[in-house]
């Protein structure tokens, strides 16, 4: 068996999508925790810019974590979450890449980012305007997952796959600290309530920061 | 033959790679050209989001560029932009999503989507901390690019691959714009020549676009 090390930090969507497709296909990983407000020479030393979460397998250090779910679909087969024709294929990835940069940048950068990074980083400093902007935004992109999910049986079609451990992991880090208005659509909250009630979801209802307790309902599957 | 058709807005970056993969494998193309800040929709018949690039194939309408990037390597193998082995992709991957994902956040979209599409979407809004902090950003980058160019014969290893091809896409737009300092860093400056006087770039370079002029140098391949 592969000796698997996973670099990551806790409430990072990112890191969280990569634990999210470990648990899936069921392969042990050693969870390594970084803070990324601090300076940290052991993940210089993996990562030329510093950041979760990078893989440490067979002498490699990989890193940008979709990078790595191909990396994962590739090597370990018997679970697949990238889909299994060149159609579907383009479709999980469309979707993985548009929660990582889309949904990123109008909503996880303005809140997530905001919030925890950069306050922690440098010291308190918040861009209102920013946070403001992000909720805002969060209701359209909520619409769209729900209207995903209504017409499909998960988010890129039939089965479970990589997009919907994208969209939950980026939801999921907006969900710690209070960020995701599920009342305004039944059928993300419904979605989101499948993903959050399976067992690949339960070391991240565990997780807690001392900097940063998480909102009320964040480990409840009723939410 | 299949018949490709590809939507897009010649000044922006994740169009321009596709254009790139199209003319490094040698694939015919037909290119639909849209705007950005106009309502389109041609555009939103095809994409949920109305976003260029979307490339028609066969009945599919495909989103999101490293997919349709990631779609072209799977169906078209004649030319392999993508690497030959398991650690080759990870490698490509990891700096194709480094450019997309760190590289858009930290410059391209405060450069070139303030200046270009907030700019023209919401008739002259430009943030102006936002242009410095880009400019600032940049420097560093390109240092990044430039070691990686001196270390190795292309960004990711010995092959031009999609990793040159995405990070010329996201300095072409800002060279268009005048906002690459190359005299900062001149390993960078001679990659960014060699990927410049390529056959698969003399498209981007006879671009044009009448709401902004290119800057000087543009299309010149001595700069």
Redesign the interface.
Known sequence: MTALRLHHFPICPYSRKLRLVFAEKRLDVTLVPHEPWRRDDDLMALS??G?VPVLEVEG?A???S???A??LE??FTEVKLGGKD??E??EI??L???F???F??EVT?LLWRQKLIYRLKRSGTVNTAALRAGQENIRAHLD?VGWLASERNWLAGDHLSLADLTAAAHLSVLDYLGDVPWETNADAKEWYARIKSRPSFRGLLGDKIPQQAPADHYADIDF
Do not use: N, P
């Open positions: 030329a810019w950041e490699h990989l890193g940008e979709l990078a790595v191909e990396f590739e090597r060149i159609w294929r383009a990835r469309r993985a890449l548009h990582d940069t889309k990123a940048r950068d769209y």
